[in-house]
């Protein structure tokens, strides 16, 4: 039977890695076909099954089957990254009263092409995060939130560079 100690190697490793599902890595693998990252995700959750039932035996024998997997099938990895801040979706679903209080959003998506024009219901916001979006040019009518100091653009999308047009306020 496997003890706990004599995992704590492989626990490091997963944890340097991105294997361990309980953590939140930005690093993802992309694997060679759909069914490869089904297998991946279906060891992942037998995985974390395992410990929490403390059957260190079977886990250890998973993270093998993992490395194995990983070794045949991936590819590479995909940088992703979590947000720093509320999304623009759940901020949405926000009382009146706490949208004009909002200070920090990220808007974060592949398809998001343009500012949406949702951003503008929350006055005071202060700090606006653009993750991984298509959007190429930061619209001069952002001034309008006199509050706002800092655009942060994380992981654009595409080859272009991104514009912003003149405005006071953003310094940053």
Known sequence: MMTFPRLLPWLFWLSITGFCHAQLSTSLPVFKTRADSLRYAQLNAQLTAAF??????????????LARLRGRTVTGFVQRYQPRFLTLDSALRLPAEEKATLTKLTVTGRQVTSVPTAV?????????????????????????????????????????????????????
Do not use: C, W, Y
């Not at 929490?52 to 089957?65: E, G, H, R, T, V």
């Not at 100091?149 to 003149?166: A, F, H, M, W």
């Open 52 to 65: 929490q039932s403390k059957d260190f035996a079977k886990a250890n024998q998973l993270m093998d089957s």
């Open 120 to 172: 503008f219901q929350f006055p005071a916001l202060q700090e606006l995060e653009l993750t991984e979006t298509a959007i190429r040019k930061v619209p001069r009518t952002l001034r309008k939130i006199q509050s706002l100091q800092r655009v942060s653009v994380i992981n654009p999308q595409g080859e272009q560079r991104l514009k912003l047009g003149r405005n006071r306020n953003i310094a940053h």
